[in-house]
């Protein structure tokens, strides 16, 4: 029986008592958790927050949540893809995390409401990823934020759209991105691990609901090995910016996550992990539950962000 938590334990106590996400539509699951009554957390104190509307393809918009941190700036950019399999989740999901981040980067944090699944499949998710994120490098001097320090992150599916963005970046001649902050990132969609195995029912996020996830993001058998879906099976990742890759410890998605780790360093990417022990997927938005665990990791967020400044300084 893997080590857990005291806060995991709890959490899991909780979200084993719902109902299967898997065996509901997406649109009930998004409903209940609508109805969920909300919990007062602790909020970093920044300058400004504010919402826009940005364009994405096809004459349609998406909603943008812009984290200001106190101080003069120019400040870094850090584009945060928020979780929940492609289908669930907004930007009120991950906003208690993103405002710890700027708080502690110091860093102008840009959260994207991409458009969902199954209603928008792949790759509109990853279309509007892309496009959020070369809207931030457009207007990076607006923001008075400084375009020479972009850096993309998220957690869960948000992990995988930071990476694929950035795949999306180098393939295309796109914004240049200095680091990519992964947090249990999907990067596979064949659910055999070993981690699979060992988690796969009772630790939230279920193989079952996982195959759930994936089954609503892609349009067919063929976007499973796309390497836009499933960055672990990319013929060639070199090139791409430096990485921190965060696992959780009981997570069916831990070592999918290191194998891509691997083969990022294996293509002569600098790559830092961590494996948050005793932990769950989901607990880096669950500010509730785990608010400690949370600051420890962006305050590993902000070492990795600091080093990898200097290794960007020295380079030039």
Not at 126 to 147: F, K, R
Not at 263 to 273: M, P
Request: hydrophobic share 40%.
């Amino acid at each position: 029986m893997p080590n857990l938590s005291p806060e995991a334990k709890a959490y899991l106590e909780l979200f084993n008592q719902m109902p299967a996400i898997q065996s509901m539509d997406p649109i009930s699951v998004r409903e209940m958790f609508a109805q969920a009554p909300p919990v007062e957390v602790e909020l970093a104190p920044l300058a400004k927050i504010e919402d826009r509307f940005i364009p994405v393809d096809n004459n349609e918009e998406i909603k943008v949540r812009i984290y200001t941190p106190e101080g003069e700036g120019p400040f870094p950019l850090f584009v945060y893809y928020h979780g929940g399999g492609w289908v669930l989740g907004d930007i009120e999901t991950s906003d208690a995390s993103c405002r710890l981040i700027a708080n502690r980067t110091g860093s102008i944090v840009v959260s994207v409401d991409y458009r969902l699944s199954p209603e928008f499949k792949f790759p509109i998710p990853l279309q509007d990823s892309y496009a959020a994120l070369e809207w931030v490098q457009e207007n990076a001097t607006h923001l008075n934020g400084n375009a020479s320090k972009l850096v993309v992150g998220g957690d869960s599916a948000g992990g995988n759209l930071a990476t694929v963005a950035a795949m999306v970046a180098r393939d295309q001649n796109g914004p240049q991105i200095s680091a990519q902050v992964l947090i249990y990132p999907v990067t596979d969609l064949a659910y055999n691990t070993a981690s699979y195995e060992e988690f796969q029912q009772g630790f939230g996020l279920d193989k079952d609901l996982m195959i759930w996830f994936g089954d609503h993001y892609i349009r067919d058998e063929s976007d499973q090995k796309d390497k836009y879906v499933a960055p672990l099976v990319a013929e060639d990742l070199s090139n791409l910016p430096q990485a921190l890759v965060i696992t959780a410890e009981c997570d069916v998605l831990r070592d999918e996550g290191l194998a891509y780790a691997k083969r990022l360093k294996n293509a002569s990417v600098n790559v830092e992990t961590i494996c948050e022990k005793g932990l769950v997927h989901g607990y880096f938005t669950n500010m509730a539950v785990f608010p400690d665990r949370i600051k420890g990791t962006v305050s590993s967020i902000a070492q990795f962000l600091t080093a990898a400044d200097q290794k960007v300084n020295n380079v030039k």
